[in-house]
């Protein structure tokens, strides 16, 4: 069983993976640390705002750090947080199992 801090932090990163511009972030992110203005140039059609909230949306959920390089800051994917995930997935599934 998942005690509860963990399942809400496991629950905002399944939540934060559940829309499809923040699952093109994390798979541009899985080649390594990006600025965001790199971010920006690999994904045209997501407005400039739309991107910061997303990316905001990513980090609270504790699956990529922000670290700022004198005027740029960049992302990356935090390897705590995905480890927290994946621990969660089969913990979930065995419990559903069992129902």
């Known amino acids: 069983m998942i005690d509860t801090?963990?399942?809400s932090l496991v629950l905002e990163g399944f939540r934060a993976l559940g829309?499809?511009?923040r699952l093109r972030i994390v798979r541009l992110l899985e080649?390594?640390?990006r600025c965001v203005c790199e971010i920006q140039?690999?994904?045209p059609d997501v407005a400039p705002n739309l991107l910061?909230?997303?990316l905001r949306v990513l980090r609270e959920a504790g699956l990529v750090s922000a670290h700022k390089r004198g005027r740029w800051?960049?992302?990356a994917l935090r390897a705590e947080g995905w480890a927290e995930l994946c621990?969660?997935?089969p913990v979930l599934c065995k419990e559903n199992r069992s129902r």
């Open 5 to 7: 801090t963990s399942g």
């Open 19 to 21: 829309d499809p511009t």
């Open 31 to 33: 080649g390594g640390s």
């Open 41 to 43: 140039r690999d994904l």
């Open 52 to 54: 910061s909230h997303h």
């Open 73 to 75: 800051m960049d992302y």
């Open 87 to 89: 621990q969660a997935l």
